[in-house]
């Protein structure tokens, strides 16, 4: 058969199926004969998802927002001002205005 002795060459032609069958399981087999199952598959450590490993500290983040957020007053529009030290600076709110159209 062809192209099985010296498959790194281009001599040989493997331009049949049957041929190319046969090369093909030849140089996986002999791919197989230095490397053993316990080499091929090494024992895997598990580590959690970051998502899984962090879900209470994102729960508690999540709730922390929710909670600042309910305490804008609804009918009012609240403007914030950024200062130099990066907080923010509470400025006077205004009443909401209706933008309703009439029918």
């Known amino acids: 058969m062809a192209g099985i002795d010296n498959y790194y060459s281009v001599r040989g032609c493997t331009a049949t199926l ?16 230095y490397l053993t199952l316990s080499k091929l598959w090494k024992k895997a450590i598990f580590t959690k998802f970051p998502y899984q490993e962090f879900t209470d500290h994102l729960a508690k983040a999540q709730a922390f927002v929710a909670e600042r957020t309910c305490t804008v007053k609804i009918s009012q529009e609240v403007h914030y001002r950024p200062q130099a030290d990066g907080s923010w600076l509470w400025v006077e709110g205004a009443p909401l205005r209706d933008n309703r159209k009439p029918y």
């Open 18 to 33: 049957g041929n190319f069958a046969k090369a093909t399981f030849d140089a996986n087999s002999k791919t197989y004969s």
